[in-house]
Nanobody, 123 residues
């Protein structure tokens, strides 16, 4: 059992930066692939970024490349978001699982999820 808690969300203006944090507790002796997803009102949850245990296996959704940066450590993950747009408004979730490679971009590869943190970007 792993518990994930996101923090760092809030209300910001377009163009600024924001960093989200995810702290893991519980079964901390295992190493997990960590990922970020988001869900905007009325839309399906979508993949944002993931790190599958290696700096050479980091993935980003196409719309986030160049703006978002994921940084992973044992039992922790961060998401730095730059040049935020109103379209980035969503609840952001961190997740832990055992996905490797491209499969880490899919929800099904994750076993544990946080409750999410709200990010609202105003124009």
């Amino acid at each position: 059992q792993v518990q994930l808690v996101e923090s760092g969300g809030g209300l910001v203006q377009a163009g600024v930066s924001l960093t989200l944090s995810c702290a893991a507790s519980g079964r901390t002796f295992r190493t997990y692939t960590m990922g970020w997803f988001r869900q905007a009102p009325g839309k399906e949850r979508e993949f944002v970024a993931a790190n599958s245990w290696s700096d050479s296996n980091t993935y980003y959704a196409d719309s986030m490349k160049g703006r978002f940066t994921i940084s992973s450590a044992k039992n922790a993950v961060y998401l730095q978001m730059n040049s935020l747009k109103p379209e980035d408004t969503a609840v952001y979730y961190c997740a832990a699982g055992h996905g490797m490679g491209i499969v880490a971009t899919t929800e099904a590869s994750y076993d544990y999820w946080g409750q999410g943190t709200q990010v609202t970007v105003s124009s």
